[in-house]
């Protein structure tokens, strides 16, 4: 079996066609505000780490968390506003450098995959390297643009010196998951849709004080509100996931940025393992340079699913 290496049109682009999504919502609706089981949906072949997310992508996201703290107890006002505004912060700021970490369990094992990089908010790009665990050769590279995936040294027969591309708006997961790394302006822009928030105190956090909050956001409420950036990828995740909520902590520095982003995707009951994606931001402002790559640079050809 081979997947095309461009996404070009259609449906069968990464195994994920939107008509696919849209067929699964007519006879397997989700179930809103309750955290109840999901059946699994197949996994892109393309996916670096298909045989470790494979049993947890898209089961539903147990997003369920306790009321809201008072207001009052706040010192920025209200912790709603407070998180939905912090990717407008985020962007506000022109740029920074990040680093992500992709925890999955399952089965009794963990596994961690890492990346670090950096983004240019103000031209809507961004760059990670990611290296996976005991992993032989160079690791990945990916750059990130509004609905677009490049990927660097990803094996299945692409040449070094070519780029894989894909369109998030067309994975079912909206490449939360299904690549090693939550891109991080992305899992910022999830926070739009928070709701059901939780203030639980002041911390440091690498130097800086930050404030930080628990609660769950609504992922057809983020895509709504998301910029251009992260709309359509977000749109596809909404349509995607089986469940319309997924738990978050979100720590904001006092010019109410992210410092930290931890996304939690839990199984429902009954189900073993998990996957818990952080992104952190620092280094505000300081200049990152991504190149995107240009036509004659992309694979053209066929990617052998693994």
């Not at 939905?84 to 700021?93: I, K």
């Not at 990927?151 to 090693?180: E, Q, Y």
């Amino acid at each position: 079996m081979a997947q095309q290496g461009t996404t070009g049109t259609g449906d069968t682009i990464v195994g994920f066609g939107r008509r696919a999504g849209r067929q699964r919502a007519r006879t397997a609706p989700r179930r809103t505000g309750a955290c109840a089981p999901a059946p699994p949906a197949p996994l892109s072949p393309l996916t670096p780490l298909a045989p470790l997310v494979a049993a947890l992508l898209l089961f539903g996201t147990a997003g369920c968390t306790g009321s809201a703290a008072d207001a009052a107890e706040h010192p920025g006002g209200d912790p709603v506003a407070a998180v939905r505004g912090s990717a407008d912060a985020l962007s506000a700021a022109g740029s920074s450098r990040t680093r992500t970490a992709m925890e999955l369990t399952t089965g009794g094992t963990r596994v961690t995959v890492r990346g670090s990089g950096g983004f240019d908010y103000a031209h809507r790009r961004g760059e990670l390297t990611i290296v996976l665990p005991q992993a032989v050769g160079d690791p990945i590279t990916e750059l990130h643009a509004p609905g677009t995936l490049y990927m660097k040294n990803r094996g299945g027969g692409i040449p070094s010196d070519k780029w894989l591309r894909l369109d998030t708006t067309r994975l079912r997961d909206g490449n939360l998951l299904s690549n090693g790394a939550t891109d991080p302006w992305t899992a910022a822009e999830l926070l739009r849709g928070a709701q059901r928030v939780e203030y639980l105190g002041a911390q440091e956090l690498d130097g800086a004080r930050v404030l930080h909050y628990r609660g769950e956001t609504d992922l057809a409420r983020a895509a709504q509100a998301a910029s251009p950036y992260a709309r359509g990828a977000l749109r596809a995740a909404a349509e995607g996931f089986a469940q319309d909520t997924v738990a978050f902590d979100a720590y904001l520095d006092e010019e109410g940025r992210p410092r930290r982003v931890r996304l939690r995707f839990t199984p429902p009951p009954g189900q073993q393992g998990g996957v818990a994606s952080t992104a952190e931001f620092f280094a505000f402002g300081r200049p990152v340079d991504v190149r995107l790559p240009g036509a004659a640079d992309i694979y053209a050809g066929t990617v052998a699913a693994s």
